[in-house]
Structures are given as C-alpha cells and as structure tokens.
C-alpha cells in the first residue's frame, strides 16, 4: 500500500510559496504534446517558468531558455512517466521549482537538459557546443553512472561524482535537490518498497545536503515527503493536529496584530506575517513540548529593509512584550554555516501565549528560502560585486565541503564512501575553531581534537602528542566548541609516530577516521616482534600507536610550567567532555611515582590517569612512548581495549614495603548528585576533612536538576580512599561517589 503524500497544496499555501502542482504538470503535458511552438516566439509550456524567472531577472536572456527546451521536448518525445505524463513534465517541473526560487538562466537552462544525456540519444558533446561549457558540467555532474558498468555501486558513486561536480559549482547540487523534490512529489506511484528506499536515501543524504546549502523551503517540503512516507502514523496524526486547529482563533493572528501596532507607532517599516510551521517542524515542537497550543503552530516573521531595522524591532519587542531571554538568538552577528542570517527570539502577549519571532531583512529572507541558489552565480564576478554592501557572498567551496571532498578522495571502497557520507552529513551544525597560528578550521560540531588535527595536518596527524585549548593543556579526546583557540602539539619525530585504535572513539570526521584505520591496516600489531637493539622489551610500542595516557601533559616535552602547574592537566575534565581515560586527570609531570615494583628495571613508571589506580588496587601495565610504563587498574576499560588490540602487558605490582601509607597517591573521584546550593563548598568541607587535598576540581552544567563534580585529590594514605568515598556520600544531596569506569560526555549547547 502507497504511504499518502502530504496535501502539498496546503503546504504550498502555509509557506506563502509559489510552487507547481500536478494541474500544472497536465497542462505541460498538454503543451508539450502539441510540440515546440515557433522560433519567433517562447514555447506555451514554459511561459510559466519565463514569467517567474523575470520576476527575478527581469535582464534574462529567454531565447536560451527556449533552445533548450526545443532540445529537451523533442529528445524526450515519446517518452511517459510512470505516472503516464509526457516525460517532458519532469525537466519543466524541476526548472519551475528552481525559477521560483530565483535561479539564474544557466541553471535553469540545464535543468531543463539534465536527463537528456542520461535518458535520450542526445550527448554532452552536443550540449557543450550549443550552450556552453556550463551548461555541459552542470548535466555532467548530475548524470547519473550506469547500473551496467558500476552494479551496486552506482547510487553511491553517483553521488560521489556528484559532490566532486558540486565542489567546483554548488549549482549542481541545486539541480540534484530540485529533481529529487519533484520526484518525490511523484513518488506516489511506486512500489511501497522503492518508496522507502528513495525516502531513506533523501533522508539521509539529500535533506542534510539541502540544510547545508542553506536550501530551506526544499528541505522542509523534502522533510514532510519523507515523514509521510516513512511515518505515515505520526504524519496522519500530526495532520489531524494542524486541522483541529485550522477552524480556531489564531492567537498568532492576534500576536502579528499587536507587533503591527508597536512597530508602526515606533516608526519602523516592517512587513508583519504569520509562518506556520511545516509538518516535521510541528511534530518536533510536539516531542519537545509536550501538548501543543495554537501558537507553537507557527512563528512570526518579521521583515524589514535593512540591518539595523532587525536589532531596532527586536527593541521594540522586548520593551513592549515580555521577552523569553533563554530563546534570544542572534544568527546576524554569527551566521550559521549555511548562510543562514536571522534575530530569533520569543515574546509573551497581554495574554500571555508565547509566540517566537523572527526578524530579518527581505535578503536575509530570500536566502534563507532559497540558500545559495539565491546568490545566481557564485562564480560570476559582476554578480558578486553587485551584491548589496554588507550581505555576504557565498563561497565557492564551503568548509564542510572541502572536508568531504577531501576524505572521499581518500575512500575508494563505495561502501565505505556510502556509510562515511552519511554519517558526515548526520552532523548538523558546524564550529570554527582558532589556530595558533591565525588561521581557523571549520568543523562539525562534536569534533574533537583528533579530528582537528586531521583537518589541519592531513596524515601528518600521526604524530600529534596532545594539544592546548584556549591555553590550557588538554586530551587529544577533548570535545572542541565554537570559537575556541587550539594549539596541536606535534612530535619532532613524525616518520616513527603513529595513532593508537583509541583514537577511534574519539574521532568523529570520516576524514580522521579513514586516516586512522589505514595507518592502523599498514602498521599491524605484532607480539613476536624483536625491539631494536639497547631498547627494553615492551618498549616497542613507545615509537607506536600512541596510547591515550602518553598523548597529554604526560610528557614533559608538552608542558611548559614544570612538574609544579597541575591546574592545566585536568582541562578536558573542566570542560565537562570527551569519553573515556582521555577525559581524566593526569598526575604531574616530573613527580615520580612510587611504591611501584615493574618487570622491566630501569623504567619510568607512572599512573593512569583513566582508573588512578592505589594500593591495594590489582594493576597491570603497558609500555608507551618516552620509554615509560603506564599502570592501571586490571577492571580499567583502557585494560580491555589495549588487551583486544594485541598490546604486551608489562608485570607490575605494589613494593612489599607500600602498605598504603606510605608516599602521595593521587586519585580522581566523580560525586553524582542533586543540584543545590553550596554543593560544591559541602562536598570540599568533607574531602578536607578527610586529610586528602584537592588538586583540581571541574563542576558539568546541571542536567535535570542532577549535577557531576569531578575531583583529583593527593592522599597521604592510600588506606584511608574508602572512607573519603564514604564521608563524600554523606554530603546531602549527593547520591553516588565512584573512581571506576568511563566517563560519561555531557554535551554543551
């Protein structure tokens, strides 16, 4: 059974778009079945489509446009839809859907040929020679490879063509976008099983490749296609949700009335409307929210001419409704990645409904619709400098694009490209972050510092030994945010570093990823392997993968404030992110451990900062760079990777003489609890208490009323832990103390 499509009609109508239907698609039909009209005169079944693009370009040049629709029809003549349309509807759909969003005439030139070459007799050869070398690479970059020659591969390495196409001209992808929207349109007359697999595809391909390119009025119809089709239960009740309030009052009518008024008195031209949100957007609000009211159905948009208009309406609105601070967002100052430009904020009436607000200028409007096909062509230097004073260009290869690009050239394996393309797009905001060196690095956000270190040093990654964020020493692990500064510290000696398998858990770009996994193929584990001649046994890992307690402050290399600065070693932790032992504390460089008996004489011996093992804990050991061996506990998680990995454990164990109470032992402990006040000054009233000092200590943001303090203490007696833990517990509110397992990651907003 079909899944039923959206009432695109309506969706058409709540957007306050233009848009084609499928009475259009007759009528096309009809036109093109009584063939190309003369050359004197433009073809009945593309007035439409002349008619809305002049409204945009009132220069263009039609008589191109005419051309190739000559070829178009009578390339596909004879040709029909599964729908039983003449097939010339499809081009024609595709290149309205494109003019109404102000595509220029190139573009919409080759979305009239883009299936010629793939479906008709017609080639790119003779598509060049009439229109262009433009023309031609924007047909070449969406025709799709043959099943014949590619097999299961050619979905995957279409799409790659694709984007490597779409590197050197985003308007491919515009063209890709608008066919697969119409076809999706359509998609009604498919096999309920192609149904979902096309809906799959856009989901998760097509739909983050929209958001990126800032496409949004594609993206949200795309989004509502996809939904009906792949959720036709919670699409059928959200649609009865819409309609059960279509016959009430609006209070965002009411709302849009009252913030005519102010505005108007204020003195400010503005055009006031109301924005129903689409169907995706409703059924989000619903989980967030909870029970819906009339106005989270939609928002109001503000529109004014220019800049200073958005920020003076903004004024306006906080002093004469109550503001909601907590939804204030300024995407003017600090554009999304996407191009995105718009003051959001939410304010409650003399009612007091809340009702969000967004305010932008008309450009800002007309490219957050219609992204980079608002711009024309990018390419085009006289386009480019007749851009408006203070609206921004859109560059030639995004950030993310240029990451894709690059790790994809790297992916031969389609396979592989397939699953790393979707899991790259499944990021949905992008950081930058600031290089010591002045430059930036554009990253998704959740990145960490692996990643960045691939996205600044390509292969040359390898040899990366830890890194400062925002001056502070921090784990390779350490989850970045936007507008941190980050200085990767890099070993002298890259030709014999290398990544350990624990990078991976901290890698989040494919780009990182593959490179690691091809160091890792190339430089296999191998237990029987001899160490150079004068080196220990064991210590062959120390030139190896590096081992996630050997990539941070560690080293003494790495830090330059002496054994003394033990407020830096514990930076990923204040950070409240990262997994794992590389989001622990670390004990001083240059403060010797003891109490420590190790196979291998002569060695530097120091804790793990993952489990901070103490006597009488079970401990093992491995070698790691520096000509050292790290200890932990047997029941660390970093034990049981290591282990898997094919790492040699190195035998340790406490001296017969170290009874507990002996020496400074260091040990990081995580104390659960219920936010209130004064937690943090009970809970060191209680460690002081104890006898045992606090080193460091890092508070998380409070997550449903429940809170995370992280502490590195120094006990004099090692003996005395289990009663810390104890008096820690007993601090009201404080439900749990532990020291074992991995750290869990907060995110940050």
């Not at 590619?150 to 799409?159: C, D, I, L, S």
């Not at 904020?345 to 607000?357: I, L, N």
């Not at 606090?694 to 943001?701: G, Q, W």
Request: charged share 25%; glycine share 8%.
């Amino acid at each position: 059974m079909s899944a039923e499509a959206p009432d695109q009609a309506a969706l058409g109508r709540r957007r306050g778009l233009p848009r084609i239907d499928l009475r259009n698609i007759r009528r096309f039909g009809r036109a093109a079945l009584q063939g190309p009209a003369s050359r004197d005169r433009l073809p009945d079944a593309i007035e439409h489509v002349a008619k809305v693009h002049r409204a945009y370009h009132p220069g263009a040049d039609l008589d191109v446009l005419r051309q190739a629709y000559v070829l178009a029809e009578s390339s596909h003549r004879g040709q029909m839809r599964k729908s039983g349309e003449p097939y010339i509807t499809h081009p024609l759909a595709v290149t309205l859907i494109l003019a109404e969003l102000g595509a220029e005439t190139t573009t919409l030139t080759a979305s009239l040929l883009h299936d010629t070459v793939e479906d008709t007799e017609v080639t790119l050869d003779q598509v060049g020679e009439q229109f262009g070398e433009e023309v031609r690479y924007l047909v070449d970059g969406v025709t799709k490879l043959e099943k014949v020659d590619y097999g299961a591969a050619a979905e995957p390495e279409t799409f790659r063509k694709m984007l490597v196409a779409t590197g050197n001209d985003v308007r491919v992808m515009s063209i890709k976008l608008a066919d697969r929207l119409h076809n999706m349109r359509t998609l009604g007359v498919m096999r309920p099983e192609k149904q979902a697999r096309i809906a799959k595809v856009t989901r998760d391909v097509l739909i983050p490749l929209a958001e990126r390119l800032g496409v949004q009025a594609l993206k949200t119809e795309l989004e509502d296609l996809v939904f009906a089709i792949l959720h036709p239960e919670e699409y059928a009740h959200t649609r009865e949700l819409l309609q059960s309030h279509a016959d009430r009052p609006d209070p965002l009518a009411r709302a849009a009335g009252e913030v005519r008024a102010v505005l108007q008195e204020a003195g400010i031209t503005a055009e006031v409307l109301v924005r129903p949100r689409h169907f995706v957007s409703v059924h989000r609000a619903g989980i967030k929210r909870g029970e819906l009211t009339g106005s989270d159905l939609g928002r109001l948009l503000v529109l004014v001419a220019e800049d200073a208009d958005c920020y003076a309406v903004l004024g306006e609105l906080h002093t004469c409704f109550t503001p909601v601070i907590s939804e204030f967002k300024d995407f003017i100052a600090v554009p999304k990645f996407n191009l995105y430009q718009s003051l959001h904020t939410a304010v409650a009436g003399r009612t007091g409904e809340v009702a969000e607000v967004l305010i932008r200028t008309h450009q800002m409007h007309q490219v957050a619709e219609a992204g980079v096909i608002a711009l024309g062509n990018p390419y085009a230097p006289t386009e480019a400098a007749a851009a408006p004073e203070g609206e921004r260009a859109d560059p030639t290869r995004p950030g993310w694009l240029s990451r894709l690009l690059d790790w994809q050239s790297a992916t031969p394996d389609p396979d592989i490209f397939w699953t790393a393309l979707r899991d790259d797009l499944a990021q949905d905001r992008e950081i930058t972050v600031f290089r010591s060196d002045g430059g930036t690095l554009g990253l998704p956000a959740g990145a960490s510092c692996v990643d960045a270190a691939y996205a600044q040093y390509g292969e040359d990654a390898h040899s990366c030994i830890g890194a400062r964020v925002n001056g502070r020493i921090a784990t390779l692990s350490t989850v970045l945010c936007d507008g941190d500064t980050l200085q990767l510290l890099m070993t002298g000696d890259a030709a014999s570093s290398g990544p350990s398998p624990e990078w991976l858990d901290h890698a989040r770009t494919p780009a990182a990823r593959i490179a690691i996994n091809r160091w890792l193929a190339a430089h296999p584990a191998d237990p029987a392997h001899e160490p150079p001649q004068g080196q220990a046994p064991g210590a062959e890992h120390l030139h190896g993968p590096v081992d996630p307690e050997d990539a941070d402050p560690e080293d003494a290399e790495m830090v330059e404030d002496g054994p003394e600065d033990t407020t830096d070693e514990v930076a990923g932790d204040e950070r409240g992110e990262g997994e794992g032992p590389a989001a622990l504390s670390v004990t001083p460089v240059g403060r010797p451990e003891t109490g420590i008996v190790v196979d291998l004489p002569g060695v530097i011996v120091r804790l793990a900062r993952c489990c901070t093992p103490v006597p009488p804990d079970a401990i093992t050991g491995f070698a790691v760079r520096g000509g050292a061996v790290t200890v932990h506990r047997e029941r660390c998680p970093a034990v049981t990777r290591m282990t898997a990995a094919g790492r040699e454990r190195v035998g340790v164990r406490w001296s017969e003489e170290d009874d507990g109470d002996g020496g400074d032992y260091r040990v990081t402990l995580f104390a659960e609890a219920f936010s209130r006040p004064h937690l943090l000054a009970d809970l060191t009233e209680a460690i002081a208490a104890e006898g045992a000092e606090v080193v460091a200590a890092a508070v998380e943001p409070p997550r449903e009323q429940r809170v995370r303090h992280t502490y590195t203490l120094q006990l004099s007696d090692a003996g005395r832990l289990p009663t810390l833990m104890r008096a820690m517990r007993d601090v009201p509110g404080v439900y749990d103390v532990t020291r074992e397992g991995r750290r869990v990651a907060t995110a940050r907003s």
